[in-house]
T-cell receptor
Framework: DAGVIQSPRHEVTEMGQEVTLRCKPI?????LFWYRQTMMRGLELLIY????????DSGMPEDRFSAKMPNASFSTLKIQPSEPRDSAVYFC?????????????FGQGTRLTVV | DQQVKQNSPSLSVQEGRISILNCDYT??????FLWYKKYPAEGPTFLIS?????DKNEDGRFTVFLNKSAKHLSLHIVPSQPGDSAVYFC????????????????FGKGTKLTVNP
């Protein structure tokens, strides 16, 4: 398996534009997580899905952020409208189960810059 | 409020010496702890973990120690190598009240380790 695949790797957009980040989890993994990494806050969990169903979105910073998982092999994180403070690296991760003896596999991340 | 704290943003050691990375947590419900390593422009990768029923777990040059009473864990790398230079994240999870499974990983801010040749 190629691992967790994220696209694009880099995204530069203007403030106010819509941004869509994409993720393809490892086949067979039941859980998908979206994280955001910043210098100030480190790695923050934004939202996670189990079997395509959102379980906990308490980490989503504002209503401008939304995430979907229409099927087991694809998820999107959308920011509309984007703001400069959204600039960060966004990671997607997946695990075969949610139980504590399973580590998460991360994608390479999308570096978002909002100017 | 940060539930997982890595108070040292950076650490520099000489090749061949021991690297000790520290992590503190505040949530007493955490029962599983992990360390991830992250190279620039890559996603974090799992390094080593420990369950709360243990106080030590070893894997080659990497050992994680857990002190539950102090809510503290540490990662020891012996001997340190230049290839170990990376950002190390401490993470913790707790049993979910609803499903009984540990589903959420809470991460610290990371410690950047530099191993000098």
């Amino acid at each position: 398996d190629a691992g967790v695949i994220q696209s694009p790797r880099h995204e530069v957009t203007e403030m106010g534009q819509e941004v869509t980040l994409r993720c393809k989890p490892i086949s067979g993994h039941d859980y998908l997580f979206w994280y955001r990494q910043t210098m100030m806050r480190g790695l923050e969990l934004l939202i996670y899905f189990n079997n395509n169903v959102p379980i906990d979105d308490s980490g989503m910073p504002e209503d401008r952020f939304s995430a979907k998982m229409p099927n087991a092999s694809f998820s999107t994180l959308k920011i509309q409208p984007s703001e400069p403070r959204d600039s960060a690296v966004y990671f997607c991760a997946s695990t075969p189960s949610g139980f504590m003896n399973t580590e998460a596999f991360f994608g390479q991340g999308t570096r978002l810059t909002v100017v | 409020d940060q539930q997982v704290k890595q108070n040292s943003p950076s650490l520099s050691v000489q090749e061949g010496r021991i690297s000790i990375l520290n992590c503190d947590y505040t949530n007493s419900m955490f029962d599983y702890f992990l360390w991830y390593k992250k190279y620039p422009a890559e996603g974090p990768t799992f390094l080593i973990s420990i369950s709360s029923i243990k106080d030590k777990n070893e894997d080659g040059r990497f050992t994680v120690f857990l002190n539950k009473s102090a809510k503290h864990l540490s990662l020891h790398i012996v001997p340190s190598q230049p290839g170990d230079s990376a950002v190390y994240f401490c993470a913790a999870s707790a049993l979910s009240g609803e499903t009984g499974g540990s589903e959420k990983l809470v991460f610290g801010k990371g410690t950047k380790l530099t191993v000098n040749p």
